[in-house]
């Protein structure tokens, strides 16, 4: 579906499910707000050497138009975006950024869960031989290391501001028990404050730079992945503090479209849905 009136001088570029984990690219203009005009394309798959062609179907002088593009950190947006709109700007939303090095927390929590579960079942096994209770210890808030572990997954995707008090409790047994998750999450928050924290590009690189050196000296694996997943990309990501654009508003498109599935019981009839879509979006 291809509605080149729709085109704007900002636009957001995602994929969304429609039906059955079936993945569709959608070009939406930010300026629509979700409502009648906001789709722009929509095209089944996420492959670039086929999506790009279709909407090059789009007359050119329309495509010109556009001077900013949203993306995620996906391979594939990025080269439909610069073949199909390449006199725009490409912005990396900050989310996914942030996402990538929120991952790399998670990652070294994860596998120190893996062995307190293996430390653990060794530890029954050994009991059951010997013919006693296994009782496992617990820290001063009544959790085991395992349940430590699991249980601290969402206060580190949050600054300590959001904490709550019994969040606060179990961050500082799980800091003063896991020191490398302590760093980890220093550096994750050290990453959210470079958006935070600077109005211009030239500030950012700055922040940034001083990031990179951080990780450089801590030597974490899974920051190491991040940190050069970000340095690729860095160009688009500093395009941020443009117009602090980011591709929320292709989010909450993509929410709006599950919802209104959901609402219809589900998608029997794809051609007909997608009618339905373009009566009310596009």
Request: glycine share 4%; proline share 2%.
């Given at each position: 579906?291809?509605?080149?009136?729709?085109?704007?001088?900002?636009?957001?570029?995602?994929?969304?499910?429609?039906?059955?984990?079936?993945?569709?690219?959608?070009?939406?203009?930010?300026?629509?707000?979700?409502?009648?005009?906001?789709?722009?394309?929509?095209?089944?798959?996420?492959?670039?050497?086929?999506?790009?062609?279709?909407?090059?179907?789009?007359?050119?002088?329309?495509?010109?138009?556009?001077?900013?593009?949203?993306?995620?950190?996906?391979?594939?947006?990025?080269i439909i975006a610069g073949g199909s709109f390449s006199g725009a700007i490409q912005v990396i939303d900050r989310f996914?950024?942030?996402?990538?090095?929120?991952?790399?927390?998670?990652?070294?929590?994860?596998?120190?869960?893996?062995?307190?579960?293996?430390?653990?079942?060794?530890?029954?096994?050994?009991?059951?031989?010997?013919?006693?209770?296994?009782?496992?210890?617990?820290?001063?808030?009544?959790?085991?290391?395992?349940q430590l572990l699991a249980r601290s997954r969402y206060l580190l995707f949050k600054s300590s501001g959001k904490w709550?008090?019994?969040?606060?409790?179990?961050?500082?047994?799980?800091?003063?028990?896991?020191?490398?998750?302590?760093?980890?999450?220093?550096?994750?928050?050290?990453?959210?404050?470079?958006?935070?924290?600077?109005?211009?590009?030239?500030?950012?690189?700055?922040?940034?730079d001083k990031w990179y050196e951080k990780i450089k000296e801590k030597n974490i694996d899974s920051f190491n992945i991040?940190?050069?997943?970000?340095?690729?990309?860095?160009?688009?990501?500093?395009?941020?503090?443009?117009?602090?654009?980011?591709?929320?508003?292709?989010?909450?498109?993509?929410?709006?479209?599950?919802?209104?599935?959901?609402?219809?019981?589900?998608?029997?009839?794809?051609?007909?849905?997608?009618?339905?879509?373009?009566?009310?979006?596009?």
């Amino acid at each position: 579906m291809l509605f080149p009136d729709n085109i704007g001088r900002r636009l957001s570029i995602d994929e969304v499910a429609l039906s059955n984990g079936e993945l569709y690219t959608i070009v939406t203009n930010k300026q629509a707000k979700g409502g009648p005009g906001t789709i722009v394309a929509m095209a089944h798959g996420t492959k670039a050497s086929e999506i790009q062609p279709i909407l090059q179907r789009m007359p050119e002088e329309k495509r010109r138009v556009v001077e900013e593009i949203t993306l995620d950190m996906a391979g594939s947006m990025d080269i439909i975006a610069g073949g199909s709109f390449s006199g725009a700007i490409q912005v990396i939303d900050r989310f996914h950024a942030q996402k990538v090095v929120s991952e790399a927390v998670q990652e070294i929590r994860i596998e120190l869960r893996k062995k307190a579960i293996k430390k653990e079942n060794e530890a029954i096994t050994q009991a059951q031989k010997e013919r006693r209770r296994y009782r496992p210890a617990e820290y001063e808030n009544g959790d085991t290391k395992k349940q430590l572990l699991a249980r601290s997954r969402y206060l580190l995707f949050k600054s300590s501001g959001k904490w709550t008090d019994s969040q606060k409790n179990r961050a500082a047994i799980l800091f003063e028990q896991f020191p490398e998750i302590k760093n980890a999450y220093e550096l994750s928050m050290m990453f959210r404050a470079f958006y935070e924290q600077n109005k211009n590009q030239f500030d950012a690189k700055k922040s940034l730079d001083k990031w990179y050196e951080k990780i450089k000296e801590k030597n974490i694996d899974s920051f190491n992945i991040a940190a050069e997943s970000i340095r690729l990309r860095e160009t688009t990501i500093l395009n941020y503090f443009n117009n602090r654009s980011t591709n929320a508003s292709a989010e909450s498109f993509n929410a709006k479209l599950k919802s209104f599935r959901s609402m219809v019981r589900g998608v029997r009839d794809i051609k007909f849905h997608l009618f339905r879509v373009a009566k009310l979006y596009a």
